[in-house]
């Protein structure tokens, strides 16, 4: 899962944390939240944020290779081992201008944050919390709908995502997917909206 860090959000966009120092000249291996690690590069600059919300001044890449779903990368300024583990278990982030656009059948996962969730039926499953990657697709974490404690685990397949608009999503469920996620919910009545 997604780690918890304090960064202006209306500017910023958190892409991936730091894990660990990789070898002896200051290398820095990346968890990239996106699964694109390779993207990571095309940034003309980086922001490093502690989870108690200290951010540090812009940096650029030195270099980059992709390592499976992480990022081994060097940081100019950045030139040892130690300087590479003071860095650990810092948040990465680029500004929201650097963004390049997405195509028709793509999004950012911060445009779906916070974004209400209801079924087909009108039934309501409460807001995007968060976003992870399980390797094949991504997986929204939906909470809070109509004041329960459920927790949904939504994979984001096309066979599932029915619409999405800047306010809302609707899914259309397979039988025993919401089941599955919660199965000591309470099934209500569903709830009426406006798509």
Not at 69 to 74: E, G, P, Q, S, V
Not at 82 to 99: P, Y
Not at 173 to 178: A, E, R, T
Request: one cysteine or more; proline letters at 5%; a negative charge.
């Amino acid at each position: 899962m997604v780690a918890r860090y304090v960064f202006p959000e209306d500017t910023h966009v958190l892409i991936g944390e730091i894990v660990k120092a990789h070898g002896i000249r200051g290398e820095l291996k990346l968890l990239s939240y996106s699964g694109q690690p390779e993207a990571i590069g095309k940034y003309p600059q980086l922001t490093l944020v502690s989870r108690d919300g200290r951010i540090t001044q812009a940096c650029t890449i030195k270099r980059l290779r992709p390592q499976g779903h992480n990022a081994i990368l060097t940081l100019n300024g950045i030139e040892t081992r130690n300087q590479a583990e003071e860095l650990v278990g810092q948040g990465v982030l680029v500004r929201k201008i650097d963004l390049a656009s997405p195509q028709n059948d793509e999004y950012y996962w911060h445009q779906l944050q916070g974004l209400k969730v209801f079924t087909t039926t009108g039934r309501e499953l409460g807001k995007i919390s968060e976003i992870f990657s399980n390797g094949a697709h991504d997986l929204l974490v939906v909470t809070g709908g109509h004041g329960n404690k459920s927790e949904y685990l939504i994979p984001m397949l096309a066979n599932i995502i029915h619409s999405q608009n800047d306010k809302q999503l609707i899914i259309d469920p397979p039988p025993g997917l919401l089941e599955i996620n919660n199965e000591e919910e309470a099934v209500g009545e569903p709830g009426s909206h406006d798509i």
